[in-house]
């Protein structure tokens, strides 16, 4: 019978964000495979941060072992349990030790996006700090090559490390690694699209009337983040606002609230409503009564926030680049995402209420489409992990 150390440590908070999105990945699969394989997996991750408590409570009403990260390291834990193999949801830089001793290893690469994407015109403009603002100048002089071949290297190891396993989340990403990596041409990587992330509920509570009135919105999410792309869409909406044009909605921006450098140099604030993040729920109300949501990323692995409209009908705009095409097929209308005109023209193409419906119906469609295959896929990258 196989055994798997299962690294939940990479799951707990990253920097600041007590949520991301490898995490919650892999607290998804977690559960699957204790849910499913209790007798066959074992957990590791430090007891003393914070990691979902769904994923707490099912360890201990299951009975899983579970080794403490601040009191023992993966190496002594995978010797001292006999472990087959180590899986982790996310690759760290910390499993050089475990190659060392030839531990065998299957890691879940997301993707690359720091080779791809690793930095961006305006990133400037998203820094609320003197370091942050430096750290963006930074990467536009020779610092910028010496950052890249460091994570460059990072995986390298890994990649040619005869003992690992990789599995990645879409076929752009599979490209990407091969790419990148010419040897793992030669080397089986496992797509499985990422699982799908929704909560049911009875009623989704509507709490966004008291947020925006009862006015139709469009949506922009994570604006905070460079790599979003949210300042090129605001950038675009002031564009089509001072040539003149009568737009009847306004736009709801979550991820920073109005002292942000963005939104203080905002013009014509009276068409944007601007949001720290927010709960689970109260996104989920945003995206089912937001007219459409604008999604102009620079780089996506998968790409949660489409479907996740998609989920209740909602059309959407988005970036024609990486995992994004592959992953919403022709149920969203593409925009090239450093074309303010583009972005604009969209926005004006959606207005109308016969491409607003079309691209509701195409979304619900493509939304159960990937689903099953979301569905499908993490049933058999649990069989993956386990054999």
């Known amino acids: 019978m196989k055994t798997i150390l299962f690294d939940l440590s990479v799951c707990q908070p990253n920097g600041s964000s007590k949520f991301h999105g490898g995490g919650i990945y892999g607290c998804i699969v977690a559960k699957k495979i204790i849910q499913e394989y209790p007798n066959q997996v074992a957990v590791i991750y430090d007891h003393s941060r914070f990691l979902s408590q769904d994923v707490v409570d099912l360890i201990i009403d299951k009975g899983i072992v579970s ?8 190496l002594s834990a995978f010797k001292h349990g006999c472990f087959d193999r180590l899986y982790s949801p996310l690759y760290d830089k910390s499993y050089s030790t475990l190659m060392e ?4 290893l299957m890691v879940t690469v ?45 995986y390298k190891r890994l990649f040619e490390y005869d003992k690992s396993k990789i599995i990645t989340v879409s076929e752009h990403s599979k490209a990407s690694l091969q790419y990148f990596y010419p040897n793992l041409r030669d080397k089986n990587i496992i797509v499985r699209y990422s699982p799908d992330t929704s909560i049911e509920y009875d009623i989704i509570p509507n709490s966004v009337s008291s947020i925006v009135g009862n006015e139709p919105y469009f949506l922009i999410i994570s604006a905070d983040r460079w790599l979003k792309n949210s300042f090129r869409a605001i950038k675009a909406i002031e564009r089509m606002l001072e040539n003149g ?27 944007f409503i601007y949001l720290d993040y927010v709960d689970k729920s109260t996104l989920d109300s945003l995206y089912q009564n937001a ?97």
């Open 67 to 74: 080794y403490n990260l601040a009191e023992m390291d993966r």
């Open 291 to 387: 007219y459409a949501l604008i999604y102009p990323t620079l780089n996506e692995g998968f790409g949660y926030p489409p479907l996740e409209a998609m989920r209740f009908g909602i059309p959407v705009l988005a970036s024609a680049v990486t995992s994004i095409p592959e992953v919403c097929g022709d149920a969203v209308m593409y925009f090239n995402p450093y074309s303010l005109d583009e972005i604009a023209n969209r926005i004006i193409q959606m207005e109308r209420p016969s491409v607003h419906d079309d691209y509701s119906s195409r979304s619900k469609k493509r939304y159960r489409e990937v689903k099953l295959k979301q569905d499908i896929d993490l049933e058999q990258l649990v069989k993956d992990i386990i054999n």
């Open 245 to 271: 044009l009568n737009i009847q909605f306004r736009f709801v921006v979550v991820g920073f609230n109005n002292t942000h450098p963005i939104a203080k140099t905002t013009r014509y604030k009276e068409k």
């Open 101 to 104: 001793n030839g531990v065998e």
């Open 110 to 154: 997301h993707g690359l996006r720091a080779l791809e994407n690793n930095r961006d015109l305006y990133e400037w403009r998203y820094a609320r700090d003197v370091s942050a603002f430096m750290k963006a100048i930074l990467k536009w002089t020779p610092v910028y090559r010496i950052l890249d071949k460091k994570y460059w290297r990072q």
